[in-house]
T-cell receptor, first 115, second 113 residues
Framework: SAVISQKPSRDICQRGTSLTIQCQVD?????MFWYRQQPGQSLTLIAT?????????ESGFVIDKFPISRPNLTFSTLTVSNMSPEDSSIYLC????????????FGQGTRLTVV | KNQVEQSPQSLIILEGKNCTLQ??????????LRWYKQDTGRGPVSLTI?????NTKSNGRYTATLDADTKQSSLHITASQLSDSASYIC????????????FGKGTRLSVIA
């Protein structure tokens, strides 16, 4: 299993500013993922954070808007840049373990409100 | 298209009652299906995992079923408690190189006294 500590748990930000979300895993993991969860919607994968290389972004998400760092095998950050009210959402980091990496563990999420 | 559909969208039940949540999927190729519980303000936590060959699996008051032929799963909660109030998310894993996950939108369950 894996325990993920994510912070901040919530924040209210002014439009045009940026927020960096941090995730710390209690063990070394190969794969870390960042998701967005909008109200009433399913989790949407933003990107896969790779240690030692650029993050891999899903369609609709770009590095300039959501820069990601992965300096080592236990830590990652996601920055939401130049925020607008449309960025208000819950952001979750995740990792996977188990056979074929199919068991996902999640941080507690960051509830972001942009005003 | 790989999709996971859950029903109902929301549900309110009295404490002590049973309920069943549904999950239909069109994900292929199928690897496994998990039910997650997400409390408000928390990340999802795994309740059960179902592989292709499993029909039923229990975890305390939670019982999951899987019909791989009809691509349907259900999560049955017995003798509900107030602490069961949460969103329940069905997640199907594709059996491909990077094992991507396909998430349902969840069922919002409210258990009231």
């Amino acid at each position: 299993s894996a325990v993920i500590s994510q912070k901040p748990s919530r924040d209210i930000c002014q439009r045009g500013t940026s927020l960096t979300i941090q995730c710390q895993v209690d063990s070394q993991v190969t794969m870390m993922f960042w998701y967005r969860q909008q109200p009433g919607q399913s989790l949407t994968l933003i990107a896969t954070a790779n240690q030692g290389s650029e993050a891999t972004y899903e369609s609709g998400f770009v590095i300039d808007k959501f820069p990601i760092s992965r300096p080592n095998l236990t830590f990652s950050t996601l920055t939401v840049s130049n925020m607008s009210p449309e960025d208000s959402s819950i952001y979750l980091c995740s990792t996977r373990t188990g056979t074929m990496n199919t068991e996902a563990f999640f941080g507690q999420g960051t509830r972001l409100t942009v005003v | 298209k790989n999709q996971v559909e859950q029903s109902p969208q929301s549900l309110i039940i009295l404490e002590g009652k049973n309920c069943t949540l549904q999950c239909n999927y069109t994900v292929s190729p199928f690897s496994n299906l998990r039910w997650y519980k997400q409390d408000t303000g928390r990340g999802p936590v795994s309740l059960t995992i179902m592989t292709f060959s499993e029909n039923t699996k229990s975890n305390g008051r939670y019982t999951a079923t899987l019909d791989a032929d009809t691509k349907q799963s259900s999560l049955h909660i017995t003798a509900s408690q107030l602490s069961d109030s949460a969103s329940y998310i069905c997640v199907v894993t594709r059996n491909s190189g990077n094992t991507p996950l396909v998430f349902g939108k969840g069922t919002r369950l409210s258990v009231i006294a």
